[in-house]
């Protein structure tokens, strides 16, 4: 009788550690104790649900996939479980194995973060009807969520809701610079610049620069819009920015090289134009390192170059 007592004491003590760790954000603690009574009382199935919870809050998404599927193996049901399996799957990027979770999990569908999850769930799945009804219903309870304006607008435009999808975004651009704005414009000046519409990118491309964005492949962006309409030695700038941001941007390593190949400049130019022919995107960059080559009176590097380019 003594021994269960004590075993009883002992159990509330761990559970209650495991309380505390996760009353005070010690997420990983919390798993790691939680774990332990989970294989200790294997009968106790929300022991498992409460090892998931706490992976999940110390964002470890995968392990606590895992645990909430052992859980819901027993409670298919169980609401919180499907939702935090639901929320976990999401944070993989692995939207369409969330939705199922997610749907079972509906009746938390009047809580602003269900109407999130669930609209980015739909969206990801191409569902876009799906995805601005609940992006439309989150709208409503939180006028003020740009992510919330930001997914109805793109799933209006997804089913060719030009008009109404302008007037949404009219509303996430009345909240001032946010992060949704920010990738609303990086939407419209990639699309431009892809577009082949180099004055209209590059505008667009300022704004978003403007709004704090620091990317290499806006600013390699920017570099072909400028070198389009003014020419290679006013896009070396940007060009430069780009490789510095990230040096493994093989596309405006290619530019930059050609660009101060044109400018010449070749032996400036043979650093990114290695970089990018190696990559082997494009045969004629071995053509343009061997130019380069020749110029400096690398010839015997040239002449290699050139079989590799033929």
């Known amino acids: 009788m003594q021994v269960i007592w004590l075993m009883t004491l002992l159990l509330l003590g761990q559970a209650e550690a495991a309380r505390e760790a996760m009353r005070l954000g010690r997420f990983d603690e919390a798993a790691r104790l939680y774990g332990a009574l989970a294989k200790q009382y294997p009968e106790a199935v929300m022991l498992r649900y409460n090892v998931g919870l706490a992976l999940y809050s110390a964002k ?24 935090i399996a639901g929320a976990a799957l999401l944070k993989l990027k692995e939207a369409c194995p969330a939705l199922p979770y997610l749907k079972k999990a509906a009746s938390f569908s009047s809580t602003p973060e269900y109407l999130e999850q669930r609209g980015e769930a739909e969206a990801a799945c191409g569902n876009a009807a799906e995805a601005e009804r609940w992006f439309a219903l989150l709208t409503g309870k939180q006028t003020a969520n740009p992510r919330g304006w930001y997914g109805l607008g ?110 010449k400049l070749p032996q400036e130019a043979i650093g990114p134009l290695e970089i990018a022919a190696r990559a082997n995107i494009d045969k004629s960059l071995w053509v343009a390192l061997a130019n380069a080559y020749r110029v400096v009176g690398r010839d015997a590097d040239a002449k290699l170059a050139l079989q590799k380019g033929r």
């Open 60 to 83: 470890k998404y995968g392990p606590a996939v895992a645990e909430l599927k052992v859980f819901l193996k027993s409670q298919p049901d169980s609401p919180q479980g499907n939702l």
């Open 154 to 263: 793109l799933a209006q435009v997804a089913q060719g809701k030009e008009a109404e999808a302008k007037v949404v975004f009219e509303r996430l651009a009345a909240l001032g610079p946010t992060p949704e704005l920010r990738r609303l414009e990086r939407d419209i000046a990639r699309g431009l610049w892809t577009a082949g519409r180099y004055a209209e990118a590059r505008e667009a491309l300022q704004r978003v620069k403007a709004l704090g964005l620091r990317e290499a492949a806006l600013e390699y962006e920017l570099g072909d819009s400028t070198e389009k309409l003014d020419g290679p030695e006013a896009a070396l700038p940007f060009y430069r920015d780009a490789v510095k941001l990230d040096p493994k941007l093989v596309s405006a390593q290619a530019a930059l090289g050609r660009a101060l190949v044109t400018l």
